[in-house]
């Protein structure tokens, strides 16, 4: 199994450092409003590395974070005249609902920020007293970064090339930093914010060391894998690795997986531009599965673009395979027992797809591949399933479909209506073509509900259909 490193910059052989275990961690979003698709991105991509881990018979420990305390969420919480908990307590609620509608299984831990403050002040001590972190004059505690000597490995950048750019910063005299490229670990309290007390000052950590405590207990001081979107890689990753490798001298974690961002009509997605939709938009008008498949019909390294379009055809391409599930559960219904000879070889035949699915699953969780090889199944089956198939027969390619889907953590078990209203909206879409006399168009769409096992009756009453 290959994965693409960060660190290394190539794909690397997965070598777990126990065996059969795998331990994760992901960063996890800020909560101070609902979370929006883009942080769905590296939360369904993840799911699914945990998934296929799983399929591949290791037992996943996987971590991801609420980070819990943060100017954002403070400001949210003096707006509306509450405590800070009330907000991220709130938002931690919703990201859970939002994370089950889109199949995201809890992760095994997830720890919040505030409720680990001791093990922050453990660590923040350790980096003192090994000289990797000073305390200035108002009790804001820095990690000395240059201490380290391995910063900048991740993101691949120069330190000294870090240093010119900054410069800047210590100029302006904004902080007590003994170098610009130093950061926080500790900051004092300001008014009207949560704080806690420390042997430096009444105070609240900075955003990095959060991740490297939570990271250590709950999978040790050094893991298999640390992931998040890609705009994490710097600061806050590099940061992570100073202070972990710092403290504990052992390398933090072994392989460094990004996301890549999604965009929307091509512009970076970003609240402050406005051109955001949250995961509780889509909801309205999608199921939580299209946005799900629509988010894995892409490579995760690639960006992704978000459009209206996408996501129809997405939920059309889901549709397809959730018809032909339902189609062999209808056939399993009312077929006759006794597999043959020849179903027995098709079986055998159908093992390719599993076998290509796995293929592209392990160079570097190649999803997109892997939904053309569930694809390929869906095709081989809907000609080779029909109601003089065995019921054994149905039931093998069936469980197949169903154990893929499942490693995509793709839901094909829908309501019926569901699927109905989907085939009207396309019978309709198909009488609009006609009547437009876009005939073209109107085969197209009866051939498209052809493949999905559907045929139509132009009647004196209007279009009758049902399923094959
Ligand atoms: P945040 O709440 O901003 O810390 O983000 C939580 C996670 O979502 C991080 O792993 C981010 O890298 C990721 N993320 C945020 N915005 C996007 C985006 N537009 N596309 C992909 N991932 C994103
Ligand atoms: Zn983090």
Redesign the pocket.
Same mark, same amino acid.
């Given at each position: 199994m290959k994965i693409y490193n960060t660190l290394t910059k190539r794909k690397d052989e997965f070598k777990p450092i126990e065996e059969g275990k795998v331990r994760m961690y992901?960063?996890? +979003?800020?909560v101070y409003n609902l979370?929006?698709?883009? /942080?769905a991105? +590296? =939360?369904i991509f993840f799911d699914t590395v945990r998934r296929y881990f799983e399929y591949k018979g290791y037992e996943v420990n996987y971590v991801s974070n609420f980070?819990d305390v943060d100017d954002k969420i403070i400001k949210a919480a003096n707006e509306e005249g509450v405590e800070a908990s009330v907000i991220s307590e709130r938002y931690i609620a919703e990201c859970k609902k939002d994370m089950q509608s889109m199949n995201v299984k809890p992760a095994t831990t997830h720890p919040k920020a505030t409720e680990e403050i001791d093990g922050m002040l453990k660590m923040i001590g350790t980096l003192i007293n090994k000289d990797h972190a000073y305390v200035a004059n108002d009790g804001t505690v820095y990690f000395k970064t240059r201490s380290f000597k391995d910063y900048g490995k991740l993101s691949h950048k120069n330190i000294d090339d870090l240093q010119g750019g900054n410069r800047s910063l210590l100029v302006s005299g904004e902080d007590q930093k003994e170098d610009p490229l130093d950061f926080v670990l500790w900051k004092p309290k300001k008014e009207g914010e949560p704080f806690w007390e420390s042997p430096w000052c009444n105070g609240r950590p900075g955003w990095h060391i959060e991740c490297s405590v939570m990271s250590k207990r709950y999978l040790g001081e050094e893991i298999d894998i640390h992931?998040?979107?890609?705009? @994490?890689i710097f600061p806050h990753h590099e940061n992570e690795i100073a202070q972990s490798e710092a403290c504990n001298g052992k390398q933090f974690a072994r392989y460094w997986m990004h996301?890549?961002? @999604? /965009?929307i009509d091509n512009v970076? =997605?970003?609240k402050s531009l406005g051109n955001?939709f949250t995961v509780r938009d889509i909801l309205e008008k999608y199921d939580g599965m299209v946005l799900r498949y629509f988010m894995l019909q892409a490579h995760y390294r690639s960006p @992704?673009n978000f459009t209206a379009e996408i996501m129809e055809s997405a939920k059309k391409s889901l549709d397809r395979i959730q018809t032909c599930h339902k189609k062999n559960k209808d056939l399993m219904g009312s077929a006759a027992s006794g597999i043959k000879e020849e179903e027995k070889k098709l079986i055998e035949e159908s093992k390719a797809y599993v076998g290509k699915f796995e293929e592209a699953m392990d160079d570097d969780f190649n999803t997109a591949d892997a939904i053309s090889a569930v694809f390929e199944l869906v095709k081989f089956i809907n000609s080779n399933a029909n109601a003089d198939s065995s019921k054994e027969f149905v039931e093998a390619l069936d469980n197949t479909l169903s154990s893929l889907c499942d490693v995509l953590g793709l839901i094909i078990d829908v309501k019926e209506e569901n699927l109905d209203s989907d085939i009207e909206a396309m019978i309709e879409e198909r009488t609009q073509a006609k009547k437009a006399k876009d005939f073209a168009k109107a085969d197209e769409i009866r051939a498209k509900l052809f493949d999905m096992g559907i045929v139509l009756e132009d009647t004196r009453e209007g279009v009758k259909w049902k399923r094959v």
């Open positions: 992901v960063c996890g +979003p800020t979370i929006h698709i883009g /942080n991105r +590296p =939360m980070t992931a998040g979107g890609e705009d @994490l996301n890549a961002f @999604l /965009n970076k =997605m970003s955001f @992704l």
